[in-house]
Each structure stands twice: as C-alpha cells, then as structure tokens.
C-alpha cells in the first residue's frame, strides 16, 4: 500500500501566522503544505488547481473573506465532490 501526504492549503492574511502553520505542517509528518494564499481571491484563483485535502481559511480577510471564498471553492470544485 502506498501511503500519500496529506495535502493542505493555508488562507491566513497575517504573514506570520501563515508561515508559523506551513511551517509546522511542513514538518510534520504526513502532511505536505502545497499552497500559502493571503486572501480569498489568491485562494480562489489558486486552490482548484492544487487539489488540497485540506483547507486551512481564516475567515476575516481583506479583499474576499473566508466564508465568500469557500463557499466559491464549494460552487467550483463540486464536479470534485
């Protein structure tokens, strides 16, 4: 049996907590951080392309919020459900 990472995206506008958590799940093993985004529109354009298992999103961001970007990434990767 082949065992894959676990692949994760982070949505977090603060740089510091952003690279805190792909730090952390970068070194843990298992997981495999494949995207850090700063807002909802860079996750949005983003994310469909990656095809994360997880989603980390912050839910208070400038430009497009957590609750409108998953709700879009919802709408768009239903085909994937």
């Not at 990656?50 to 970007?69: A, F, T």
Request: aromatic share 4%; net charge negative; hydrophobic share 45%.
């Amino acid at each position: 049996m082949i065992e894959q990472n676990i692949r994760v995206a982070i949505v977090e506008d603060l740089s510091d907590i952003r690279a805190g958590l792909a730090a952390l799940i970068g070194g843990s093993t298992g997981f495999e951080c494949v995207g850090e985004f700063a807002d909802g529109v860079e996750a949005l354009d983003q994310i469909p392309t990656l095809n994360p298992d997880i989603v980390l999103m912050d839910i208070d961001m400038p430009r497009m919020n957590g609750i409108e970007c998953i709700r879009q990434l919802k709408s768009r990767l239903r085909y994937k459900l």
